[in-house]
């Protein structure tokens, strides 16, 4: 029987290869949008991904509870991706409340609509190895315990316990997914992966000089966004709900990410970044590096796709992109 999945966040870079996958597998996706003036340009990225015309578009916005309730009454999904939020750390010290309603209190209201219209579907959510913060392990597990360092990471950390509470409170097959950095030719613009390899396809083809990033001393594992969306669909085909680390088990400074994407296309990453105080945070994950033990165990889920080959995806997909313009 054809299952019917939900995502929120559909406009977004997981929303899109997530969509892909499920619809690849047959599932009638049903994706949530926010009602926009510029409707025009939303898509881009299920355009791209060849997937725009297949998919049931919802009018829904995570602080709208009354709304959630009624798509979900209507919709009856088998399975939820609550991929929605106020994704950027750096924005949410700018929009803390925002950050807090949408990112934290936005989970709680999709587990509510979920619990009174819907409680036999399946729930993913969408954590974050921000959770983690300022680190109390150098290798982040299921069991590190947590310490936020950005109202994302606070709110994040909300809705994943959240969603472990109504687990266990009320019986409902919850998981939530507690993904490291995961990239894609679909990063939004701002995140530091896409920023340089749109930044090495403009220089590369002449249209720019330099780059002004913050600290490139951080540390992420940064794996493939078409990898991690398998490790969300996975979870929720389990018998039993559960919380899964999502990474690679590998780490690289900014500074090194850098020096791939400019090398990808023969450059040094010396002669073309510079360093703006702007873009440094008023408080820094120093270090991520995930332990997919538990992934690879329970799910038999692996990353298919090395930081090296993911960031010279990215910057040949910008010289197209940039070429075209
Ligand atoms: P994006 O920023 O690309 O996408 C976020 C999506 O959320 C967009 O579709 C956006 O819609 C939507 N959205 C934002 N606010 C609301 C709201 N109030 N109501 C409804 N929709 C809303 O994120 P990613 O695809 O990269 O990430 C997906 C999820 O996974 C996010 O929750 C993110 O925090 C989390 N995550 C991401 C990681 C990563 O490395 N990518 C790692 C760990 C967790 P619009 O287009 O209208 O703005
Ligand atoms: P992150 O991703 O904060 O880890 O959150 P981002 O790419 O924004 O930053 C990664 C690291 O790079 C440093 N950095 C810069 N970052 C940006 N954006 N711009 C710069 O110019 C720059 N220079 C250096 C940052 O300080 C940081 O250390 C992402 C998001 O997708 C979250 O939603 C998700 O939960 C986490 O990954 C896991």
Known sequence: MTKTALITGITGQDGAYLAKLLLEKGYTVH???????????????????????????????????????RLMRRVQPDEIYNLAAQSFVGASWD????????????????????????????????????????????????????????????A?????????????????????????????????????????????????????KTVELGNLDAKRDWGHARDYVEAMWLMLQQETPDDYVVATGKTWTVREMCETAFASVGLNYQDHVTINPKFLRPAEVDLLLGD?????????????TTMQDMIAEMVEADIVRRSRN
């Not at 791209?48 to 709208?64: A, R, S």
């Not at 209190?105 to 190895?129: D, H, I, K, W």
């Open 31 to 69: 994706g949530m949008l926010r009602r926009s003036a510029s409707a025009d340009v939303i898509g881009d990225r299920l355009r791209w991904i060849g997937v725009y015309d297949d998919i049931q578009f919802e009018l829904g916005d995570l602080l709208d509870e009354g709304g959630l309730s």
């Open 95 to 154: 929009q803390p409340h925002l950050t807090g309603s949408a990112t934290g209190l936005g989970v709680t209201n999709m587990l509510e609509a979920l619990r009174m219209e819907c409680p036999q579907a399946r729930f993913y959510q969408a954590s974050s190895s921000e959770m983690y913060g300022l680190v109390q392990h150098p290798i982040q597990s299921e069991t590190t315990p947590f310490y936020p360092r950005s109202p994302y990471a606070v």
């Open 156 to 208: 994040k950390l909300y809705g994943h316990w959240m969603t472990v509470n109504y687990r266990e409170s009320f019986g409902l097959h919850a998981s939530a997914g507690i993904l490291f950095n995961h990239e894609s030719p679909l990063r939004g613009i701002e995140f530091v992966t896409r920023k340089v390899t749109d930044a090495v396809a403009a220089i590369k083809l002449g249209q720019q």
């Open 292 to 304: 997919p033990s538990k992934a690879k165990a329970k799910l038999g889920w692996e990353p298919k």
